[in-house]
């Protein structure tokens, strides 16, 4: 096939074009340039703005068009009418944030979705003119602004779009460090400060289960709409914590430590805490962790051993990332000060 990927040079868009050449599909990336592209004779990269000048993508064609960037309504809509015919299906890679109630476990594709003002649209337009448009700095937006870029493609395109609803992506490249910080902070060995409850569920995806199933799904020209996540349910933070122990064979331990203490110390959840979402703090999003997938499963979504993806991201951290610090988890004299008090505490 002939794809077309819109981004392609960060986490999910790597492993697209890897998955993609591994298959023999040739790959057309349009960027703006700000990240290098796969070195490859067999890629061939056009730089532009999407925003500002799609004129260099008319009169081609292609099979397929992979959105992996759109976080504004109004940059989809030009994308997918421009390509209207110049592609069969359009595949838009949205996100879970889209559900307005993730109150309770179970949320399907058939759960409401977020909706936002005209103001917050327009306010989230001028912030993407800025050049500032990523995902962080929509903030509270984010999840709306994924639902309306959803309608805009399909409205575009009626018919040709599939809307891929991932939730937490990982694996190597993940440039969020929100897993990978539990990967490299167990190889560390020593004592690790660990989140509320043992059996507290978590529920992600690796980056390159995701990007095959995507294949998949063009190959077969498939529409409509998918959760693509982690088997809810599956995986606790103890199972997490312990694989990363056994695959780096390092010498960790884990303290446990109650939510309503780390609260009360203002460690900050998901950030300082990656994949911690305290039932105390954030009762909203009980079924954040717990979102359904069987609809992707049924459809081939198939998922690699735990070990696999902490090894690999142990690897690529180490060759890649190691002079850098990491994006996300708690800072080591902060862990340690907070160890110590709880254990004077208890």
């Keep these: 096939m002939k794809l077309l990927i819109l981004g392609g040079t960060r986490f999910l868009g790597l492993h697209l074009v890897?998955?993609?050449?591994a298959r023999d599909h040739s790959v057309t990336l349009f960027n703006r340039g700000n990240h290098p592209?796969?070195?490859?004779?067999?890629?061939?990269t056009i730089h532009?703005?999407?925003n500002a000048d799609l004129s260099m993508l008319q009169g081609r064609r292609w099979d397929a068009v992979i959105d992996t960037c759109g976080l504004v309504p109004r940059a989809v809509k030009t994308s997918a009418e421009l390509l209207s015919n110049a592609v069969d299906s359009y595949v838009f890679i949205s996100s879970q944030s889209v559900y307005a109630d993730v109150s309770l476990p179970g949320v399907d594709e058939g759960g409401a979705v977020k909706?936002?003002?005209r103001e917050q649209v327009d306010h989230a337009n001028e912030i993407d003119a800025s050049g500032q448009g990523s995902a962080a700095n929509y903030g509270d937006m984010y999840g709306g602004l994924k639902a309306l870029c959803e309608e805009a493609a399909e409205n575009a395109m009626p018919g040709r779009v599939l809307n891929v609803r991932p939730g937490l992506i990982v694996g190597p490249h993940d440039y969020t460090d929100r897993f990978t910080y539990w990967v490299v902070r167990v190889a560390q060995g020593g004592e690790v400060l660990a989140p509320g409850r043992p059996k507290y569920h978590v529920q992600f995806i690796d980056a390159r289960d995701l990007a095959e199933w995507?294949?998949?799904?063009?190959?077969?020209?498939?529409t409509g709409t998918y959760n693509?996540?982690?088997l809810p349910g599956a995986?606790?933070?103890?199972?997490?914590?312990?694989?990363c122990k056994s695959e780096t064979g390092s010498d960790a331990s884990f303290t446990w430590v109650p939510e309503a203490f780390l609260l009360e110390e203002g460690v900050a959840p998901w950030s300082e805490m990656p994949l911690w979402l305290p039932d105390e703090?954030?009762?909203?999003?009980?079924?954040?962790?717990?979102?359904d997938c069987n609809k992707a499963v049924s459809a081939g979504l198939g998922f690699r051993p735990l070990n696999e993806t902490v090894r690999d991201t142990l690897s690529w951290y180490q060759t890649s990332r190691q002079s850098a610090s990491l994006g996300a988890g708690i800072d080591a004299n902060k862990e340690r000060m907070l160890l110590s008090k709880f254990r004077h505490e208890v």
Excluded: W
């Excluded at 995986?235 to 694989?243: A, P, R």
């Excluded at 703090?281 to 979102?291: D, R, S, T, W």
């Design 115 to 117: 909706t936002l003002t």
């Design 235 to 243: 995986l606790t933070m103890q199972n997490l914590l312990d694989e």
């Design 48 to 50: 532009g703005n999407r």
């Design 37 to 44: 592209s796969p070195q490859s004779r067999d890629i061939e």
């Design 18 to 21: 890897t998955a993609a050449r």
């Design 214 to 222: 995507i294949l998949t799904m063009v190959e077969r020209k498939a």
């Design 228 to 230: 693509a996540n982690g």
């Design 281 to 291: 703090a954030a009762p909203q999003l009980k079924g954040f962790m717990f979102v």
